[in-house]
């Protein structure tokens, strides 16, 4: 094999590990939700298989004929990369998201081609290998050469091919590439070479047909939009099998959700009447934006929003309009950007069920976020919750070290600890009118009432204040 042969396989099939490491965060979001702890099932599971898959390949090499190996080895690689969309669509549904679901779902579909690529390098290694004398520097040639190819992997796939591919095609062509890569280093045709060119073909024909379980596939999630089959005007955005917003496209003053119900019931009780200047963190449906526009006329409404596809589907096919300003950003930077004193109400919705931005959480944002209000001002925050609700108790802690006014308002029950789902946090410098709040609930029929002061502190207990260096919220998210 030709040194330029040996090192253009090395550097492709190390790049290509890294190439699947990245497309299974996208993969797996649609059922468990971008969070750190997938991030950490995925790394350990394919850290595990690059392992796994080095030993293997470098006894194998030992024990036969390693010319022999790199063909097959591509084939298998490129087969099982092809079958791992289609493995994790067909356990997806049934995953819990605890830590066990995840390392069983990241190993179920990315560690057979971790492990089967990654014993490419040290074949190519053991048929380079002319002499003892040249084995270090051998070794240390392809070692380089293998993380250059997971560098570049990297930094191509998540800074160019994500952003202007779905994650499907990108897998198939990949899977494709090794296929046929290793069919081409086969040193015989035999039946099965001419078997492994067919599966890949009806996998790859098989990934396209099926589509996988998004109508839009964004930066950060999968993306549904549904009509409301009682209501042909409703439609309904689903990130990651979530709920996530309802929007009637011919009333926007139509709110369905219990939790933005309760969001509008604050802000109409606690700003003054006439135009609002509003800020709001996440679009998601951009169902607060629309209601705000048109129920006070002449407000400024900015949306900071990071994910661009989502935008796009809002402007499509939900709430947002032009009179809506969107500034496309990670909201803890573009936040930097709004002017002191400047918001009368500061909405901060960029939750989705365990997909929280930790950084969004912390006494150091909270005290941009009071920057940014005026003094009367008030910031009311959607918080997702279920377990022993850790998660929930520490951000009204850490709300309480920027601000002398927190309320928190849900049902008895979420209070009570009985069940979970949406809080909403309130945080002011002047009193926040929680009685006034529990009025215009109960005048709609809601059921939420306020919690404050002594009775908040109660439902706090221990709970740790959430810091840029101490955030663990992924791991407080609905423990039981």
Same mark, same amino acid.
């Given at each position: 094999?030709?040194?330029?042969?040996?090192?253009?396989?090395?550097?492709?099939?190390?790049?290509?590990?890294?190439?699947?490491?990245?497309?299974?965060?996208?993969?797996?979001?649609?059922?468990?939700?971008?969070?750190?702890?997938?991030?950490?099932g995925i790394i350990g599971v394919i850290l595990a298989g690059i392992s796994l898959g080095a030993w293997l390949g470098g006894r194998s090499a030992d024990r036969t004929v390693p010319n022999r190996l790199p063909g097959p080895l591509l084939m298998a690689g490129g087969l099982t990369a092809l079958a791992s969309p289609l493995i994790i669509d067909a356990i997806g549904p049934t995953l819990r998201i605890d830590a066990v679901s995840i390392v069983f779902a990241a190993a179920a579909g990315f560690f057979a081609p971790a492990a089967i690529l990654s014993a490419v390098p040290p074949v190519i290694v053991k048929i380079q290998l002319d002499s003892l004398d040249e084995t270090g520097?051998?070794?240390?040639?392809?070692?380089?050469?293998?993380?250059?190819?997971?560098?570049?992997?990297?930094?191509?796939?998540?800074?160019?091919?994500?952003?202007?591919?779905?994650?499907?095609?990108?897998?198939?062509?990949?899977?494709?590439?090794?296929?046929?890569?290793?069919?081409?280093?086969?040193?015989?045709?035999?039946?099965?070479? &001419?078997?492994?060119?067919?599966?890949?073909?009806?996998?790859?024909?098989?990934?396209?047909?099926?589509?996988?379980?998004?109508?839009?596939?964004?930066?950060?999630?999968?993306?549904?939009?549904?009509?409301?089959?009682?209501?042909?005007?409703?439609?309904?955005?689903?990130?990651?099998?979530?709920?996530?917003?309802?929007?009637?496209?011919?009333?926007?003053?139509?709110?369905?959700?219990?939790?933005?119900?309760?969001?509008?019931?604050?802000?109409?009780?606690?700003?003054?009447?006439?135009?609002?200047?509003?800020?709001?963190?996440?679009?998601?449906?951009?169902?607060?934006?629309?209601?705000?526009?048109?129920?006070?006329?002449?407000?400024?409404?900015?949306?900071?929003?990071?994910?661009?596809?989502?935008?796009?589907?809002?402007?499509?096919?939900?709430?947002?309009?032009?009179?809506?300003?969107?500034?496309?950003?990670?909201?803890?930077?573009?936040?930097?950007?709004?002017?002191?004193?400047?918001?009368?109400?500061?909405?901060?919705?960029?939750?989705?069920?365990?997909?929280?931005?930790?950084?969004?959480?912390?006494?150091?944002?909270?005290?941009?976020?009071?920057?940014?209000?005026?003094?009367?001002?008030?910031?009311?925050?959607?918080?997702?919750?279920?377990?022993?609700?850790?998660?929930?108790?520490?951000?009204?802690?850490?709300?309480?070290?920027?601000?002398?006014? &927190?309320?928190?308002?849900?049902?008895?029950?979420?209070?009570?600890?009985?069940?979970?789902?949406?809080?909403?946090?309130?945080?002011?410098?002047?009193?926040?009118?929680?009685?006034?709040?529990?009025?215009?609930?109960?005048?709609?029929?809601?059921?939420?009432?306020?919690?404050?002061?002594?009775?908040?502190?109660?439902?706090?207990?221990?709970?740790?204040?959430?810091?840029?260096?101490?955030?663990?919220?992924?791991?407080?998210?609905?423990?039981?």
């Open positions: 094999m030709s040194p330029v042969l040996a090192r253009s396989l090395v550097f492709f099939t190390s790049a290509s590990v890294l190439v699947i490491e990245i497309l299974a965060a996208r993969l797996l979001a649609p059922y468990l939700g971008v969070s750190l702890e997938v991030f950490t520097r051998v070794v240390g040639t392809y070692s380089a050469i293998g993380t250059a190819g997971a560098i570049l992997g990297t930094f191509v796939t998540g800074f160019v091919l994500i952003a202007a591919f779905p994650t499907r095609p990108i897998v198939v062509v990949l899977g494709a590439a090794l296929t046929v890569t290793g069919v081409a280093m086969s040193l015989t045709r035999s039946s099965w070479t &001419v078997m492994s060119v067919a599966a890949a073909g009806v996998l790859g024909f098989a990934l396209i047909a099926s589509g996988g379980p998004c109508e839009y596939e964004t930066t950060y999630h999968c993306a549904i939009v549904e009509e409301d089959p009682a209501n042909p005007s409703g439609r309904t955005l689903i990130l990651d099998r979530l709920h996530n917003s309802y929007v009637d496209l011919e009333d926007p003053t139509y709110l369905e959700f219990r939790y933005i119900k309760l969001i509008a019931d604050i802000m109409e009780t606690e700003s003054a009447d006439g135009p609002l200047e509003v800020v709001s963190i996440g679009g998601g449906g951009f169902t607060m934006p629309g209601y705000i526009e048109h129920t006070r006329p002449r407000s400024t409404n900015t949306v900071l929003e990071i994910d661009s596809k989502l935008v796009e589907i809002g402007s499509n096919d939900l709430a947002l309009t032009d009179a809506i300003n969107v500034i496309l950003e990670d909201a803890r930077i573009s936040l930097r950007g709004v002017g002191a004193d400047s918001a009368d109400v500061v909405i901060g919705d960029a939750y989705s069920g365990a997909s929280v931005p930790w950084h969004l959480t912390t006494v150091e944002y909270m005290s941009e976020i009071e920057r940014v209000l005026a003094p009367a001002g008030t910031y009311v925050m959607n918080v997702i919750d279920y377990g022993n609700l850790e998660f929930v108790r520490s951000q009204a802690l850490t709300l309480r070290q920027v601000f002398p006014e &927190v309320a928190l308002f849900a049902p008895d029950s979420y209070l009570a600890g009985e069940t979970g789902g949406n809080f909403i946090l309130v945080a002011a410098n002047d009193e926040i009118g929680v009685g006034r709040i529990e009025e215009r609930i109960a005048s709609r029929g809601g059921s939420e009432r306020g919690i404050q002061d002594t009775e908040l502190t109660r439902f706090i207990g221990e709970a740790q204040v959430l810091t840029d260096d101490f955030a663990p919220v992924d791991q407080m998210l609905g423990r039981p």
